[in-house]
């Protein structure tokens, strides 16, 4: 399996401003997803980070809102933007090696508090 | 979209015994299932997984179940451990075919 890392693992940012996650993988991957996962709740696939394009998103999810980079087949990053209390969550990375049949690996996540 | 969901939110069970864990899909369409557990402050961790053409699949100390006809799927833990505690997700993937959807989530509670 692969060995996945988050930074920041946690923040308490201040609400209209921007935050940056990253997710860095030790084996080139396929594919890396972006889901969210709000207190107590269930998680919730924000979008697909493609690599040298632009990623799907979810319904209920932007680009502006969330803007998403993922320049090599090992890293990407999460932007949440013009933060709100609304967006406290734990936001988490997943990998997968190949096919809708694979598996996929979480990170640790990163918990985001928005004052 | 369609969902997957969980029959009971929460499970209390003695160490020692056997646990259950319910999951019902709704997309007939989803091929690949799996069961993750996460641990608070962690990420899901992955426990097992299984395909649309079993019924079964056995790894240590746990066993998925797979019914088609109902739309149903099972995690069996044996021997539940105090280290068992955690909540645990069922999940399918998606009209993609590369994402996931996940349950609801149950909170197994491991008790001396």
């Known amino acids: 399996s692969a060995v996945i890392s988050q930074k920041p693992s946690r923040d308490i940012c201040q609400r209209g401003t921007s935050l940056t996650i990253q997710c860095q993988v030790d084996s080139q991957v396929t594919m890396m997803f972006w889901y969210r996962q709000q207190p107590g709740q269930s998680l919730t696939l924000i979008a697909t980070?493609?690599?040298?394009?632009?990623?799907?998103?979810e319904s209920g999810f932007v680009i502006d809102k969330f803007p998403i980079s993922r320049p090599n087949l090992t890293f990407s990053t999460l932007t949440v933007s013009n933060m709100s209390p609304e967006d406290s969550s734990i936001y988490l990375c997943?990998?997968?090696?190949?096919?809708?049949?694979?598996?996929?690996?979480f990170g640790p996540g990163t918990r985001l508090t928005v004052l | 979209g369609e969902s997957v969901g969980l029959h009971l939110p929460t499970l209390s069970v003695q160490e020692g015994d056997n646990s259950i864990i319910n999951c019902a899909y709704s997309?007939?369409?989803?091929?690949?299932f799996i069961w993750y557990k996460q641990e608070s402050g962690k990420g899901p961790q992955f426990i097992i997984d299984?395909?649309?053409?079993?019924d079964k699949r056995q790894g240590q100390r746990v066993t998925v179940l797979l019914n088609k006809t109902v739309k149903h799927l099972s995690l069996q833990i044996a021997a539940t451990q105090p280290g068992d505690s955690a909540v645990y997700f069922c999940?399918?993937?998606?009209?993609?075919?590369?994402?996931?959807?996940f349950g609801k989530g149950t909170s197994l509670l491991v008790t001396p």
């Open positions: 980070a493609n690599q040298g394009s632009e990623a799907t998103y």
């Open positions: 997943s990998v997968g090696y190949g096919g809708s049949t694979d598996t996929q690996y």
């Open positions: 997309n007939s369409a989803s091929d690949y």
């Open positions: 299984i395909r649309s053409n079993m």
């Open positions: 999940a399918e993937n998606n009209d993609s075919g590369y994402a996931l959807n």
